[in-house]
């Protein structure tokens, strides 16, 4: 007879071979179908709101790993909040205006673009915008991200124009709009002012010189010491170009100066910088004539060694000793810490260079050079003057633009700020801050040092895709610029788009009947700065979070990469704080870079790159979700093949786990066959207990959003509590039961509810599987996808603590048989653990674990018998941690059931059958 047709064994319905890449295209195609989105916010329309408002990525160039990884974030953090019992509705966005896109435009358009008025160039970037926000919509899409993707934010829509005008109102209407001359960062090839995140650091040569001011008068009496000689005051500079520029000559309140004698001349330098300098000019063993305090010298002129004009000795706190002389060049014109101390001492803020970086024609001997090309004139015309001590070249951390990668200057011109002081917003915005939760914790102190040190924010741009800055100037000077006229402005862009600041004329923009304030004049005219993008942006917590119908301000979380401190998160929290009195979020979440195996940022530039494209062809949006989640997302994250494979290999165990217990579920009706539970095995108390904890761990790993933590718990109870152990063996009782025994039932009932458990815990990250399990083992009146379900809220029971102890020491036990199977199986003492007779002796606490149930001892290693013995005879071994527990392995006596493998005691004829053991005899001829 073959007895194989009458086990319960049928072929799994979940294969083997999951084919990802294949699998999720028809996956995503049947949710669409569904508006599994819709269905996800219509079943949790009762429950409490869980908002993360989407950072939106800039509409520009395909998506890649990073951008990956940031959008499967925010999925897990949104699908796990709606299974914790959340209604947490997604409404991804885009960033729109700004300079990469037009950038993009202009060069595409070449000399065409010249001839095109700003609207015709706007109404371009609009289009080229949208073209790649199609594009990346389908690239989120195919990871499996859900969210409201047919009614995304665009901050070019023109309702979300108009609101980032009316925030920008609300700002003027507080009086934290000002415009004045400072210095900036300065792109002279994209003629733009950039902002603070705009700006890269990379090495640059740069020469590095010293210089001397000629002092003017009759020398002070603390420098008397001095005599007759001539009195020099030596400074140090990195960029000659701005010594045209200098003003003055700053050095520390608190230093020691001296004055040394070198080729007859008294030359001044900080005394801790003195050996450090005469090294630099190639002396040793000048004469210290004297020591002083800069004191003496405040308020005194040098001469200008280039124009000869007055350079105003004065002091700051700023002035170090890490390098130079002690005493340094200032520039208000092109320095922050410059223009700062220049305030506080009157000094004009003069910046001769025009916007392409040249020297204006205030500027003699180098009218009209280039900056940069100009440091070798300066220095070879300061030779010729005899005030050029040291000249070399060194290499230094210098900014360059983001989007051109040259170096930048820094420059004043006339800009638009909001201010940080004047109204209090740096005070508030740093209170609001204390309120706020950052994941990790150190967020809190990175921005709150960003907020404490910034300057005001420089938020006009020299541009044309963008929002205007719905400012007026008269005939007169006066510059008109108020929330009135700004909130009318809105009005029209809100109809028209921004394209219609400059497609309109004045008259046609402001109110009717606006007039100077000052002369009264009408002839105005309009402002052509616009806004920095990065306002856009920030006001999304207004033109999203408070406009859509499903959202709400403040949200619960904002999650970005760990350089949104200085962008993304400030920009909306100082606008928000600005406008609101309050910062937009309640928590701030940061994820790192992506970087590869070396360590090295993962990027075309590193060479290390492969398109999200090809790894999903190659392994799914599946894995690439699981190696997201596997990752400790807070630190950078390491990305290679092998990662990949590693993972690949996690998804097939935890899959072939499921496969198993899908297989074995095929004749069982949850609402007919389950069984209560007290009348479960001792071992299917055992898994159930384990469950338990490892679903409580799982709820709180995704409330502290660890994912890296649902991962290993995920993976550790498939591969070992499941695979390892219980389902390896329950193998016989589920193949050999009877069908409808209580014992095959009772491991049905578990495996039933493990599974579905285990499914809903799965959804968030393994999002396409998940559900491919649910659609395979939905029964009547289940949900229609398990993303339409709530996590179980299993809780560990007071018995499962001594059950789970007890087990541990089961398990010990089952582990020290197993080593003895092991080395049996080596000798060839027996074949499968089937043939074995397991002997046992010795002493300790195992031993007399073994004792009180012989046959859950068997039954757990899958052994034919378990005996206990006093006899020990040779082939004993002692089992590493097994309390002094002897194990002998012989080969069973008796005979091999032909249906179970088992060699029982009792095999032999029954009935018909020639060599079969009694528990099969009772299967085949039922009662
Ligand atoms: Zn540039
Ligand atoms: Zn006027
Ligand atoms: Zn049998």
Redesign the pocket.
């Known amino acids: 007879m073959e007895y194989k047709n009458t086990l319960n064994l049928k072929p799994s319905p979940l294969s083997q071979k999951a084919r990802l890449p294949e699998l999720e295209p028809k996956m995503l195609d049947a949710w669409e179908r569904a508006d599994i989105y819709s269905k996800i916010i219509e079943t949790h329309a009762g429950d409490p709101l869980y908002i993360l408002h989407d950072g939106p990525p800039y509409a520009n160039g395909s998506i890649h790993l990073g951008t990956a990884m940031n959008k499967i974030i925010k999925d897990m953090v949104v699908k796990s909040k709606s299974m914790a019992g959340h209604l947490a509705p997604y409404v991804p966005g885009w960033d729109c205006h700004g300079l990469p896109i037009e950038h993009k435009v202009t060069t595409e358009l070449g000399d065409k673009a010249r001839e095109l008025s700003k609207s015709e160039i706007q109404k371009r970037c609009r289009a080229y915008a949208s073209k790649w926000i199609d594009i990346q919509r389908k690239e989120f899409k195919r990871l499996g991200v859900f969210g409201d993707w047919e009614n995304p934010y665009l901050t070019m829509k023109y309702e979300y124009e108009a609101v980032i005008m009316d925030t920008f109102a609300e700002l003027v209407g507080r009086g934290s709009v000002y415009r004045g001359a400072k210095p900036i960062h300065w792109c002279t090839h994209c003629f733009t002012a950039l902002a603070e995140a705009e700006v890269e650091y990379a090495d640059h040569a740069s020469p590095s010189i010293t210089v001397k001011f000629k002092l003017e008068g009759k020398h002070p009496p603390e420098l008397a010491f001095i005599g007759n000689r001539d009195l020099y005051l030596v400074i140090w500079t990195t960029t000659p170009w701005t010594l045209p520029a200098n003003n003055a000559i700053a050095m520390h309140p608190d230093f020691d100066y001296v004055a040394v004698e070198v080729d007859g001349d008294a030359l001044v330098v900080a005394e801790g910088l003195l050996n450090y300098f005469l090294n630099d000019i190639g002396k040793t063993g000048a004469t210290v004539l004297g020591k002083f305090k800069a004191k003496a010298l405040e308020g005194r002129k040098a001469i200008h060694p280039l124009h000869g004009r007055h350079s105003l000795v004065i002091l700051g706190d700023f002035v170090t000793l890490e390098a130079g002389s002690g005493l340094v060049h200032i520039a208000p014109g092109h320095g922050q810490e410059d223009f700062e101390v220049g305030q506080k001492y009157g000094l004009p803020v003069y910046a001769p260079v025009d916007e392409s970086g040249r020297f204006t024609d205030d500027v003699e001997e180098f009218a009209g050079m280039e900056v940069f090309a100009a440091n070798k004139a300066i220095i070879e015309s300061l030779r010729r003057r005899k005030a050029l001590l040291d000249s070399r070249e060194i290499s230094h951390s210098y900014p360059h633009c983001w989007r051109c990668k040259n170096p930048v200057i820094f420059r004043s011109t006339p800009q638009w700020f909001v201010t940080m002081d004047s109204t209090g917003l740096r005070k508030n915005a740093l209170e609001a801050i204390e309120t706020v939760q950052f994941i990790p914790p150190w967020g809190q102190k990175q921005i709150s040092d960003m907020v404490r040190d910034r300057t005001d924010w420089c938020i006009s741009r020299q541009r044309a895709w963008g929002v205007p800055i719905a400012a007026f100037y ?5 510059v008109l610029l108020s929330a009135d006229v700004t909130r009318h402005v809105a009005r029209i862009v809100e109809k028209e788009g921004v394209e219609a600041w400059f497609s309109h004329s004045e008259s046609e923009l402001l109110p009717p009947g606006t007039e ?1 304030p ?4 009408t002839n105005l005219k309009k402002e052509m700065d616009i806004l920095d993008v990065w306002f856009d942006s920030g006001v999304s917590w207004a033109a999203v979070c408070e406009k859509h119908p499903q959202l709400t301000y403040p949200v619960n979380l904002y999650l970005e990469g760990k350089d949104q401190h200085r962008g993304w998160f400030q920009s909306s929290l100082l606008t928000s704080v600005g406008a609101r009195n309050r910062a937009p979020y309640k928590a701030v979440m940061t994820c790192g870079f992506v970087v590869d195996e070396n360590d090295r940022p993962y990027s075309k530039s590193s060479g290390n790159y492969v398109p999200l494209e090809d790894m999903i062809t190659q392994y799914g949006a599946e894995i690439i979700r699981l190696w997201v989640a596997s990752s400790d997302y807070k630190e950078d994250v390491r990305m290679s093949d092998e990662t990949m494979k590693r993972l690949s290999d996690a998804y097939r165990k935890i899959r072939n786990t499921a496969r198993f217990m899908v297989g074995n579920l095929y004749d069982f009706d949850p609402d007919k066959n389950s069984v209560k539970d007290d009348e479960l095995a001792y071992l299917d108390k055992w898994i159930m207990a384990r469950y338990r904890r490892l679903a409580e761990l799982l709820r709180s790993a995704y409330s502290d959003f660890e994912f890296h933590r649902v991962y290993h718990f995920l993976l550790d109870f498939c591969t070992v509590d499941l695979s390892a152990i219980y389902l390896d063996i329950l193998k016989d009782r589920l193949y050999c039961d009877g069908a409808q025994s209580k014992g095959r039932r009772a491991a049905q009932t578990v495996m039933w509810n493990i599974l579905i458990g285990l499914l809903k815990f799965m959804a968030p990250v393994i999002t396409f599987t998940a559900d491919e399990i649910w659609l395979l083992i939905r029964r009547k009146g289940m949900a229609d996808s398990v993303h339409l379900t709530y996590f179980p809220d299993d809780k560990p029971r007071a018995e499962d603590t001594e059950l789970l102890e007890k087990w541990d020491r089961l398990l010990r036990l089952r582990a020290a048989i197993s080593k003895a199977l092991e080395e049996a199986r080596k000798k060839k003492t027996i074949g499968s653990s089937q043939e074995a007779r397991v002997l046992l002796t010795g002493d300790g606490a195992l031993l007399k674990l073994a004792s009180e149930d012989l046959n859950l001892i068997r039954e757990m290693t899958i052994s034919s018998i378990v005996e206990i013995t006093d006899k020990t005879d040779d082939g004993f071994i002692k089992p590493e941690d097994a309390d002094g527990l002897l194990v002998k392995i012989e080969h069973a006596t008796g005979k091999k059931c032909q249906r179970c493998w088992n060699w029982w005691k009792d095999v032999g004829p029954h009935g018909a059958h020639e060599e079969i053991c009694d528990r099969c005899a009772r299967v085949l001829t039922p009662v």
């Open positions: 008269c005939e007169c000077g006066e100077c000052k002369c009264g004049g």
